[in-house]
């Protein structure tokens, strides 16, 4: 007897736990720790590649489309501040 369609298609949307499968806590542990470190290591080395073709480019910089921008950096905008020019700033917050 078969699963039934509406079941299969379920199963494959959904995500799932397994209970009482009979692996310890530990081990489970233990392989979450050891993939969070090799992805770690692979973003480092991602990361550090990207800074050296960076860093060879010098002022050329490279092409945007080869940025990582996930793993690589975050652009902030900062203005400079200009409360000096605001007169009804209380001197309390400049």
């Given at each position: 007897?078969?699963?039934?369609?509406?079941?299969?298609?379920?199963?494959c949307l959904a995500p799932m736990q397994l209970l009482n499968h009979g692996i310890s806590h530990e081990l489970m542990d233990e392989v979450e720790r050891l993939t969070k470190a090799h992805y770690a290591s692979l973003r480092?080395?991602?990361f550090q590649e990207f800074a050296a073709r960076t860093l060879e480019a010098g002022d050329k910089g490279g092409d945007v489309k080869d940025v990582d921008w996930e793993s690589t950096f975050f652009v902030r905008h900062l203005p400079a501040s200009n409360l000096a020019d605001l007169p009804d700033v209380d001197d309390h917050y400049r």
């Amino acid at each position: 007897m078969g699963t039934p369609p509406h079941l299969s298609r379920l199963a494959c949307l959904a995500p799932m736990q397994l209970l009482n499968h009979g692996i310890s806590h530990e081990l489970m542990d233990e392989v979450e720790r050891l993939t969070k470190a090799h992805y770690a290591s692979l973003r480092e080395a991602k990361f550090q590649e990207f800074a050296a073709r960076t860093l060879e480019a010098g002022d050329k910089g490279g092409d945007v489309k080869d940025v990582d921008w996930e793993s690589t950096f975050f652009v902030r905008h900062l203005p400079a501040s200009n409360l000096a020019d605001l007169p009804d700033v209380d001197d309390h917050y400049r």
